[in-house]
């Protein structure tokens, strides 16, 4: 498809004025009032990530549909998807500058481009647009993470704000799927924690409302997992193979928090040691896992042996195997703070920490916790000096003992912080 048949296709408000509402959700999500912020406070670059399905083509629409009812004019808006055709970014916008009559080189426009990890060199082409056309504000989406911050870094430093969307948060998830806004908090607990086994299996916006276990299950499994390690990874890396990937994600989905040993899983799927650290450098980059380093003071010695592997989301893990529930919380818990770092010496072991405060965390999937629950926690405390520990578990009451505080799984989702 050429430029202009695919610019055409992709921006209905040239002849209609609008973005139609299947296009521009009536739900905002919580990121759009930063990113809207963003977009019209500075010049700079806004950079939007995330896995896919969590509503990035859904944000810009909105931006989209904000900025004309803002009085932006529609024609000054130009929308162009990498998943639907290649193009380099100039010859784009000429062809833009040919169907509609705006000069891009010269008037006030907005350039949404979307999956722009696959455009080739994409930060470097933006970079030049940027630097030459002050005219233009940019808006891009991608769901290789890892690659567009990197190459942000590299190419863009000092032009852009970086947003991550992650999946819905348990609010947004109860918002969405009833329609009822929630104003205190406090009041909807006792309704977040009914929906929360609901909300774990399920936390994109499109299939937030979805009841059959098999239909949910399937779209996470074709529509994210399948599209990024048969599709989005074989584009944007050389010697990608995909059985392997999919037989890695068939072993860490089945047990979350698995040390990884890097001979033997080599030899068990009968791949070289570099084709194996790439494969799990891939699902790493497509957020499909998630690596947690075992926690030495020193974070640059944290060892390179011992490392974790969790799904990046439980609701991946949920949607191709059966994952023993003590595993579940964990990954939520990895999930809802981004973990980066557990720790392990002899015989204790703390199932995450966090590095800036130092935070130890312990993760209990019981309804009830005892005294020697917190007693690793005491050890880690004492023996680095951290300000608190965390333990949290499946029950409803929040309590402080000493340095522990006992957090609520619910009351950790609904914070999103501890």
Known sequence: MEEKDSLLLLNEWWKSGKVSGNLAKAYKRKVFGEAWRL???????????????????????QLIS??????VKASNIVYFSFDIASAELTKLLDAYTSLIGVDWKKEKIYVFLDEVQKLKAWSSQVK????????????LSGSASLQLENEAKNNLAGRYFAIDMKPLSIIEYYELKT?????????YESELRNELESYIKKPFPEIASWKSDAEIKMYIKE???AKITRSDLPDTFVAVNFVLLEGLLNLFYSKPGMIVNIDKLASDFQVSKTTLENHLF????????RIVKNYR????????????????????????????????????????LDCNYYWRIGNKEI??????PLVPIEVKSSHAIDNEASNALVYFIERYKAGKGVLVYNGEVERKAGKIEVLPLVRLLIRDHI
């Open 39 to 61: 977009l019209n406070k500075y010049r700079q670059v806004l950079l939007v990530t995330g896995l896919r399905r969590v509503g990035k083509s859904t944000l810009m629409y």
């Open 66 to 71: 904000s900025l004309i009812s803002k009085g």
């Open 128 to 139: 030049v647009v940027y630097d030459a056309f002050p005219n233009i504000k940019f808006v």
């Open 179 to 187: 329609g009822q806004k929630i104003g205190k908090i406090g009041l």
């Open 223 to 225: 529509s994210i997992i």
């Open 282 to 289: 891939y699902l790493g980059f497509a957020k499909l896992i």
């Open 297 to 336: 003071p020193n974070v640059s010695t944290a060892s390179r042996k011992l490392k974790k592997v969790y799904p990046y989301d439980a609701s991946l893990a949920l949607a191709i195997a059966n994952v023993e529930w003590p595993y579940v919380i964990e990954t939520i818990v990895a999930a809802a």
């Open 351 to 356: 199932d995450f920490v966090m590095t800036n």
